[in-house]
């Protein structure tokens, strides 16, 4: 089975930085979407950036549009979010995704269209 590993997560003070990393088992499909969703305890899953793995066509939520930077390394079967001037309400567990079918249509906010996901890795922002 693919697995996706998450890594990254901590503590962080509001305003501040963190780079997570995703790290895939084996090669990632040259058709496949990787992306970056987020769950706070009580609250749905909910969509934050995703990347294609072809030519790193990039889609961001418009909550974190110019705070939040995604990218990717082929080579090395990883994707990274940098996450700049976090805010506490941002709190919460960060999944890595990928959509191995991806269409190419733009749909890619929807969590039900990814095919694999990782545990996840906590981030907290205090205030």
């Known amino acids: 089975q693919v697995q996706l590993v998450e890594s990254g997560g901590g503590l962080v003070q509001a305003g501040g930085s963190l780079r997570l990393s995703c790290a895939a088992s084996?090669?990632?499909?040259?058709?496949?979407?990787m992306a970056w969703f987020r769950q706070a305890p009580g609250k749905e899953r909910t969509f934050v950036a995703a990347?294609?793995?072809?030519?790193?066509?990039?889609y961001y939520a418009d909550s974190v549009k110019g705070r939040f930077t995604i990218s990717r390394d082929n080579a090395k079967n990883t994707v990274f979010l940098q996450m700049n001037s976090l805010k506490p309400e941002e709190t919460a567990v960060y999944y890595c995704?990928?959509?191995?079918?991806?269409?190419?249509?733009?749909?890619?906010?929807?969590?039900?269209?990814?095919?694999?996901w990782g545990q996840g890795t906590q981030v907290t922002v205090s205030s």
């Open positions: 990347i294609s793995w072809n030519v790193g066509r990039t």
């Open positions: 995704a990928e959509d191995r079918f991806y269409s190419g249509t733009g749909d890619y906010g929807d969590a039900n269209d990814y095919d694999y």
């Open positions: 084996g090669r990632i499909w040259s058709s496949a979407l």
